[in-house]
């Protein structure tokens, strides 16, 4: 890909982060501001997938994954805690 791609990735990944930092700061509820923490661990599985490409290193694929795995733990136990629930329900 061209550095113009890579830059325009980038850009439109910024703006996905502003648009989720808005959310999470005006969200009218709790599961709202979930879901924009969540699509932030999204954007910054993107960021580290369109850092692999650009460099050709695929540590940063690992680094994605990894924090992809965490982030869909945490999601799942803000909605346990969201829900009432315990952990081991």
Do not use: Q
């Not at 061209?2 to 980038?10: D, Q, T, V």
């Not at 999470?24 to 923490?37: C, E, K, L, N, S």
């Amino acid at each position: 890909m061209s550095e113009l791609m890579y830059s325009a990735a980038h850009a439109v990944l910024l703006v996905c982060c502003a648009l989720c930092l808005y959310r999470v700061g005006r969200g009218p509820t709790a599961p709202d501001r979930a879901m924009a923490i969540d699509i932030l661990g999204i954007v910054v599985v993107c960021f580290t997938a369109l850092r692999s490409l650009a460099t050709g290193r695929d540590y940063y694929l690992n680094i994605g994954i990894a924090w992809a795995v965490l982030s869909f733990i945490g999601t799942i136990a803000l909605a346990k805690h969201l829900e009432g629930k315990g952990f081991d329900e």
